[in-house]
C-alpha cells in the first residue's frame, strides 16, 4: 500500500533510529524507549533470520575437542548474546522494516482477525502460547482484539494455539462481543484507522474508501453492515467520513427494525384472525350443543312419560314422532365430522414435515450454484478437491442458522489458508447469505 509512497512516520522514525549514520546497530534500537514496540519486534525477528542463514560460525565436536551438547548449547547462548548486540542494519533494511512495521499495523486495525491468524501461524500450524503472546502484546494496547485472543487462551489453560482453537475463540470469544454493540465498536475502530491513517501520513485523513471499509467490516463478521455499504456504493458513494459511515449503519438498522416490526405487526393480525375464527367456531358448536342437548332432554322425558302412562297415537303422530326422533342423529353424525376434520387439520401442522420446513429454512444451496461458478469455487478454494466441496455444502444444508452457516465456511477456508477476503470466497458467502435473508438478494441487491 505505501510502498511508492513518501510516509511521515516512517521518515522521522529512520532519521532517529540512524541520525547521520548509514548504519545502526540493534542493542541502540532495543535501548530507545521511544521506539514503539512492534517496530522492534520486527527488527528481532530479522535478527532471528540472521542467525539461521549468516551465522558466523558453529560448534561441533572433534576428537581433540569432545563438546557435550550441554556445553555446546551453553557457548552457544554466550555467542549468540553477542551477536544480537552487534547485529546492524543498513539505512535501505531500516526503511524496508519501518515499513513492514507500519503495514502490519495498519492490517491489524483494519482486519484484526485475518491479521492475526497470519502472524500466527506464518511458519507453522501450531504455536507456542509464550511465542504468541511476545506476538501480540505489541498490539493489544491499540485495539482489543489480541488481548481477547490471549485472555481466552489462558482461561483455557492453553499452552499453545493452533489454527482450530484460534477460530474457536474468534467464534466464541470475539464475534459475540462485536455483536452485543456493533455500531459502537465500528466507529471505535473507524477513529483508530483514521487517526493511524493521520499519524503516519502527516496529514489530517478523515475518510476511508469503500473497498477498504468492505474488508474491514467482513473481517469482524458484520456482514449485514457490509450489505448496507455496498447500496450506499451501488448508488455512487466511493469514501466515507465518521459521520457517514455512522449514519450508514444506524439507517440499516432503523430500516430493519421497522421491517421486523412491520412483519410482527402482520404475524398479529393474522394470529389475531385464527383466534376470531376459532371463537366463532366455538360459538357455532356451542349452539349445536344446547340445541342437541334440548332435543335430548325433551326426548328423555317424552320416554319418561311414555313409560308412566302410555298414550296411544295416531299413524301420522307415529310418523311425526319417527321423523323428530332421527334429527338428534342427524346432528350428532355432522357435529362429530366436523371436529375430526379440524383435529386433522391441526394435526398436519404437527407432522415431521411441517417441523422440518421450520427448523431448515434453507434448502438446495447447491442447486443455487451454477456449473460454472461450482468449477471456480472447487479449484480455487479447495485445491480441485470436490470431495471436501461436496461436504461443505452438506454442512451448511443443516446450518439452522446464517451464523452457524458462516462459521463453518470461515472453518473451512482457514484450514485450507485460503484468503477470506478473495473473491471467490465472499461470493461464496454472499451466496449463501442471500439464502437466509433472500429479501437483500446476492451481493445486496
Not at 505505501?2 to 532519521?15: F, G, H
Not at 546492524?88 to 482477525?113: C, D, G, H, M, T
Not at 506464518?122 to 482489543?144: G, N, V, W
Request: with cysteine; glycine share 4%; aromatic share 10%.
Amino acid at each position: 500500500m505505501w510502498e511508492n509512497e513518501t510516509i511521515v512516520l516512517v521518515t522521522s522514525l529512520k532519521k532517529r533510529i540512524l541520525g547521520e549514520n548509514g548504519r545502526v546497530q540493534f542493542n541502540k534500537i532495543a535501548e530507545d524507549q521511544a521506539l514503539p514496540v512492534y517496530v522492534k519486534n520486527i527488527f528481532k525477528k530479522r535478527i532471528e533470520g540472521f542467525l539461521k542463514e549468516e551465522s558466523p560460525f558453529s560448534f561441533q565436536p572433534t576428537i581433540h575437542f569432545d563438546l557435550q551438547p550441554s556445553e555446546i548449547e551453553a557457548l552457544k547462548t554466550r555467542f549468540l548474546d553477542i551477536f544480537w548486540e552487534v547485529a546492524s542494519f543498513q539505512e535501505k533494511e531500516v526503511e524496508e522494516i519501518l515499513k513492514e512495521a507500519l503495514v502490519y499495523r495498519l492490517n491489524y486495525i483494519l482486519k484484526p482477525i485475518d491479521t492475526i491468524g497470519k502472524m500466527l501461524f506464518e511458519k507453522s500450524d501450531t504455536i507456542d502460547l509464550s511465542e504468541a503472546r511476545t506476538m501480540l502484546d505489541s498490539f493489544k494496547e491499540m485495539l482489543p482484539y489480541a488481548g481477547q485472543i490471549l485472555d481466552a487462551c489462558i482461561r483455557g489453560k492453553e499452552k499453545s494455539l493452533d489454527k482450530d482453537k484460534y477460530r474457536k475463540y474468534v467464534n466464541h470469544e470475539v464475534y459475540p462481543d462485536i455483536e452485543k454493540d456493533p455500531v459502537r465498536i465500528v466507529m471505535r475502530d473507524f477513529t483508530v484507522l483514521t487517526a493511524f491513517l493521520s499519524e503516519t501520513k502527516g496529514e489530517e485523513i478523515s475518510q476511508v474508501e469503500g473497498e477498504e471499509i468492505q474488508g474491514f467490516l467482513a473481517d469482524r463478521n458484520l456482514w449485514n453492515f457490509r450489505r448496507a455499504l455496498d447500496v450506499e456504493m451501488k448508488l455512487g458513494k466511493r469514501a466515507f467520513n465518521a459521520v457517514e459511515l455512522e449514519m450508514t449503519l444506524k439507517r440499516y438498522l432503523e430500516l430493519r427494525d421497522e421491517f421486523k416490526k412491520a412483519e410482527e405487526k402482520q404475524e398479529s393480525k393474522k394470529s389475531e384472525g385464527m383466534i376470531q375464527t376459532e371463537s366463532e367456531y366455538d360459538k357455532k358448536e356451542s349452539v349445536e350443543e344446547e340445541e342437541y342437548s334440548s332435543v335430548k332432554e325433551d326426548w328423555d322425558l317424552g320416554q319418561a312419560m311414555d313409560e308412566e302412562s302410555p298414550l296411544v297415537f295416531t299413524e301420522d303422530e307415529k310418523e311425526q314422532q319417527k321423523t323428530e326422533n332421527e334429527k338428534p342423529k342427524t346432528m350428532r353424525i355432522i357435529r362429530r365430522e366436523q371436529k375430526e376434520e379440524t383435529g386433522e387439520e391441526i394435526d398436519d401442522t404437527k407432522t415431521p414435515k411441517a417441523a422440518e420446513r421450520v427448523s431448515k429454512p434453507v434448502q438446495g444451496i447447491s442447486n443455487t450454484i451454477d456449473g460454472k461458478t461450482e468449477a471456480t469455487f472447487i479449484k480455487k478454494l479447495f485445491d480441485g478437491d470436490e470431495k471436501a466441496y461436496k461436504e461443505l455444502l452438506n454442512k451448511l444444508e443443516e446450518a439452522e442458522t446464517w451464523r452457524v452457516a458462516k462459521i463453518l465456511i470461515d472453518n473451512e477456508l482457514f484450514k485450507r489458508d485460503v484468503d477470506p477476503f478473495a473473491r471467490e470466497a465472499i461470493k461464496l458467502v454472499d451466496i449463501v447469505y442471500s439464502l437466509y435473508y433472500p429479501e437483500e438478494g446476492v451481493g445486496g441487491k
